[in-house]
């Protein structure tokens, strides 16, 4: 089998707006092929609480300007200075020299662009090949302000409409043009091995209803191709020959509330294609591939890094229990890891393996095999700088885990804090801080990590892969904040294990309409999104209800950071739910409530009048944001998770008076009249339509004007009604069939029709008078003979007969003692037909 290697790195990682480290080395510089605003060669994975940059040439974590580009939480700080990966190996091609480095390190020894053929690469000036695609599944409904702050590189108040727009056209251009020709995952709904996407009015049909491009269920996913043919740009950086490797980078996150909403996967594809002189016999030996990272938390001279090997883990926490740029925002330092989730495939017949998101009989994944870091100015010493050969043999000392200027044909390995040689320095625990942990050699400040896999061979035409996550934690401290990474860290590494069978329940379709002191939040008016939010099952977690927030302006969307206005959940047996999580404050994993239902029944819009923020009247002209979640339930008790809740829908507002002669068609809540249906008899008796149409008013700036009918329609023994608007003849809903009389009824054009089904009673006479109507005799119809002495089938009418003309009997002498059957006969209408026993009755 030629086995093929992949990297997937899911990345936990902390974001911040503040003053960092900026390269000054020459040659350090990131060298970019500038193409239009719609073909950009950089962008973010930003779905979460993570931000990252990314570029096509495979550098990622630096901003555009040259500062950190990691931050997380998101709009904070920054906790990753610049990542990538590197690679290394003994290439048996019949060129010298032999052991061979490249890969990114600040700067990057890859262009953009795939191998066409040996040799042979796309022109990096090309913009088709220098170009990065991200896609998001929400792209047509989401609110884009903080994503194209980010993008764009500009407060989020300074965003405009425009910018938003102008994202979403590239969000959408990247779904259209998803380069799957050239290796990038997509979801085959027809199974024809082309990518033929579908988007309707602007928004994308999702599998399995058409293609889609993406993996993994992600929410938001970045992909891009590179390559190491250029003999400049790779001597540049490590000072050695191409080795003819292809790098196919897949980038994705999840927008989600649990410890995936700390994670960034990154799933590096190598593919070895050769230079132009490579003999078809070529292979390499002994190749490591490594996750090299310049960590930056916060303030990067007070930083420390450790290791643990059971976990596969490298990471960075904060010395000092304050650090200058997150106590700006009033959090403690966090801490940020990468974990190896699953390093290249080897053979092994006992065993099997994950590659390309499914499981491999006769192979294995490699584990993180060494872990190196280096402290700026003191022991041990950083690797060289950039463009010698000299690099290339210390990094191949640091991918097998020994120390860089040692003698690659008798390497000095690390020892710990008394002497013992290791792989994996700093392996101690400082949260207990026992063992060799950072601080004990060497005091704090910046440093250097990478975490290594290997060896494995590859042949000429084969692939492999890593996959990597890196990992987010803010505790209530700094040594809090690595129990939560390591916490979140196990989220990554079970979705992994699961092949990212992860549920994620859809989000709610929010519109907001400013009023005068008073904002109205609408998620019931599109049909077809609240069928997808509320059909959803998944995993084992089916949808049990909405919240509404209230969220602070101008900060990132975190639900934590808002109020919770309202929630309204299914009546159920299910109310509060709950589940394992992290407590800063008790320091330990405990079971906390994370949602707390009270069985009210759905609602789909909730009217606002208060500042609950800041517990005061809302201000017209004042902005205001709030959000619509979906959340759903797991009834397995056992489960880790218990509950899901959507990302959120967010609207920002402002409420206003009605504009200059606008008039309002009544205010929310009134009940319109409507002309109910009356049934007269041929026995002249008129009954009222016992159940009835309730026209209430939601939205009044939509209200149409327009005139409406209720009609009923029958399938397979299930009633529907149809809401139709007789003015334009057009049918506005269709196949409901709740007659209730609860909340939980669709909204269209500004109303919520109530249809209300006749209760369990039976009709009634104008008078309120319970009736079976005896409406034809053996003298022909009884016509306006007033009860009960002839047309009402009722106690007066057998009074005083026998027992065997009773067809309808009771104890009482009134309807109550009809109650206990009434469920067999209310549903019916009863006609008796009395015909002679001649005529054989």
């Not at 809302?618 to 759903?632: H, I, K, P, R, W």
């Amino acid at each position: 089998m030629s086995i093929k290697t992949i990297l997937i790195i899911a990345i936990f990682p902390a974001l911040v707006f503040s003053q960092s480290k900026v390269l000054t080395t020459a040659g350090n510089q990131k060298e970019t092929y500038r193409t239009s605003d719609f073909e950009p060669d950089g962008t973010l994975v930003n779905i979460n609480r993570i931000s990252m940059w990314v570029y096509a040439n495979g550098e990622s974590a630096r901003n555009p300007d040259g500062t950190a580009g990691t931050i997380y939480p998101r709009t904070t700080a920054p906790v990753v200075f610049s990542d990538g990966m590197v690679w290394g190996g003994i290439v048996r091609d019949g060129q010298s020299p032999e052991i061979r480095v490249g890969g990114q390190r600040y700067d990057s020894g890859t262009l953009p662009g795939r191998i066409i053929s040996k040799g042979v690469a796309e022109d990096p000036g090309d913009p088709a090949a220098n170009r990065i695609w991200r896609i998001r599944r929400d792209f047509a409904t989401a609110y884009l302000g903080y994503d194209a702050a980010e993008y764009f590189q500009k407060p989020v108040d300074e965003v405009t409409y425009e910018d938003q727009e102008q994202l979403r056209a590239l969000y959408e251009k990247d779904w259209r043009e998803w380069p799957v020709e050239k290796g990038a995952p997509f979801y085959d709904a027809d199974g024809d091995g082309d990518y033929t996407p579908e988007i309707h009015s602007g928004e994308p049909i999702l599998f399995p209803q058409a293609d889609e491009p993406g993996l993994a269920n992600a929410d938001q996913v970045v992909w891009f191709v590179a390559n190491d043919l250029d003999s400049a740009t790779v001597s540049d950086l490590s000072g050695s020959p191409p080795i003819g490797l292809e790098m196919q980078m897949t980038l994705w996150g999840y927008d989600r509330r649990d410890g995936l909403a700390n994670v960034i996967f990154k799933r590096c594809r190598m593919l070895y294609k050769g230079v132009e002189h490579t003999p078809t016999t070529a292979h390499i030996d002994s190749l490591y591939v490594g996750q090299f990272s310049d960590p930056e938390l916060g303030t990067y001279t007070d930083d420390f890094v450790g290791c643990d090997p059971a976990l596969n883990l490298g990471y960075s926490y904060n010395a000092s229990s304050e650090d200058e740029e997150f106590a700006k925002f009033d959090l403690a330092p966090p801490s940020v890891g990468y974990d190896i989730l699953a390093g290249p495939l080897i053979p092994d017949n006992n065993d099997e393996a994950i590659f390309d998101l499914k499981t491999i009989p006769g192979y294995e994944n490699l584990p993180m095999t060494s872990f190196f870091y280096s402290a700026s100015g003191s022991h041990p010493p950083l690797p060289c700088g950039f463009g010698s050969y000299q690099c290339t043999v210390e990094w191949w000392n640091v991918l097998r885990g020994f120390l860089p200027q040692s003698d690659p044909r008798d390497p000095e390995p690390f020892v710990t804090f008394d002497g013992q040689p290791t792989f994996y320095p700093l392996s101690g625990d400082p949260v207990l801080g026992i063992g060799d942990i950072d601080g004990i050699i060497v005091p704090p400040g910046d440093r250097r990590i990478f975490l290594n896999s290997g060896p494995f061979n590859m042949v000429l035409g084969d692939t492999n892969e890593i996959t990597v996550a890196l990992v987010g934690g803010m505790g209530s401290d700094r040594l809090q904040s690595i129990t939560v990474m390591k916490y979140n860290r196990r989220a990554a590494q079970q979705a992994f294990d699961n092949l990212f069978a992860v549920a994620e329940p859809p989000q709610p379709n929010v519109t907001a309409t400013s009023l005068d002191r008073q904002v109205l939040l609408n998620w019931g008016e599109n049909q077809d999104a609240v069928q997808r939010v509320e059909e959803f099952e998944q995993a084992g977690f089916r949808f049990e209800g909405y919240n509404v927030y209230q969220l602070p302006p101008s900060r990132f969307i975190n639900i934590r950071d808002g109020v919770k206005l309202a929630t309204f959940d299914l009546k159920n047996d299910v109310s509060t739910i709950v589940q394992e999580e992290f407590d800063p404050e008790a320091g330990a994993i405990i079971s906390v409530p994370v949602q707390t239902g009270s069985n009210s029944g759905l609602a789909r819009s909730l009217l606002v009048d208060a500042d609950e923020i800041n517990r005061k009247p809302l201000n017209n002209g004042q902005e205001y944001t709030f959000a619509v979640t979906a959340y759903s339930y797991h009834s397995d008790p056992f489960a880790a998770v218990r509950s899901l809740e959507s990302g959120p829908a967010i609207v920002t507002v402002q409420p206003h008076s009605p504009n200059p002669g606008v008039t309002l068609h009544g205010t929310v809540g009134d009940t319109l009249p409507a002309h109910p249906t009356r049934s007269t008899l041929d026995t002249g008796h008129e009954i009222l339509n016992p159940g009835g149409v309730y026209p209430i008013v939601i939205d009044p700036t939509k209200i149409t004007g327009d005139e409406y009918k209720v009609v009923f329609s029958e399938e397979e023994e299930m009633l529907f009604w149809h809401l139709i608007n007789v003015t334009r003849s057009d049918t506005v809903l269709k196949n409901q069939t709740n007659q209730s009389g609860d909340e939980n009824y669709l909204i269209s054009e500004g109303l919520q029709v109530k249809v209300v089904s006749a209760p369990k009673d039976f009709a009634r006479l104008t008078d309120g008078n319970p009736a079976f109507l005896e409406v034809a005799n053996e003298h022909g119809p009884v016509v306006n003979v007033d009860a009960p002495d002839g047309d009402l089938v009722w106690h007066s009418l057998n009074s005083a007969g026998s027992g065997d003309r009773y067809f309808l009997s009771t104890t009482t002498p009134d309807e109550s003692g009809l109650r206990p059957n009434f469920d067999r006969l209310v549903p019916y209408d009863f006609e008796l037909r009395f015909t002679s026993l001649d005529e054989g009755s």
